[in-house]
């Protein structure tokens, strides 16, 4: 089966990905929670709403998913990324980004509460995605999330 029938059928591989963004930080984590990448946005970067917050977070996690498949070996992967909250996304970009990594993109939404990456964005420690295990980014497709 080539890559793209695999995707396609949804037993190629896959990874998810949880995301949470304030006007001031980004969190992502992994399926079990745990974070793989809390920062703050940089001195002097002007982020002047919730959703250009979520866009940049939704992008970061799709690079953070591009660089665990290219560390696994992995051409194409199905990327399940969950949004804390509703906003108005360009999802031209976000669509965009996910193909330029090599990933079919499934975006839903969540309910801020029940998102992980919601509870680590006042965290004070930075965690970057290059000192976490990208692997545990990836599950496997027979196994319910």
């Known amino acids: 089966m080539d890559a793209r ?36 946005f940089r ?22 998913a591009g660089r665990a498949c290219r560390r696994a070996g992995i051409g194409v992967a199905i990327l399940h990324l969950v949004i804390a909250g509703q906003h108005d996304l360009s999802m031209g970009a976000i669509h965009a980004a996910a193909f330029a990594e090599g990933l079919l993109l499934n975006l839903s939404v969540d309910d801020a509460a029940a998102n992980p990456a919601v509870g ?16 545990q980014l990836l599950y496997d497709p027979g196994r319910p999330l």
Request: aromatic share 6%; net charge negative; hydrophobic share 50%.
């Open 120 to 135: 680590h964005l006042n965290d004070r420690a930075p965690i970057f995605w290059r000192s976490t295990s990208l692997d």
């Open 43 to 64: 001195h002097g970067l002007v982020v002047d709403s919730a959703a250009a917050a979520a866009e940049l977070a939704a992008l970061q996690a799709i690079v953070v």
């Open 5 to 40: 029938r695999a995707l396609e059928s949804g037993s190629g591989p896959q990874l998810l990905l949880w995301s949470a963004a304030s006007r001031q930080a980004i969190a992502l984590c992994r399926q079990d929670g745990l974070p793989v990448w809390h920062a703050q």
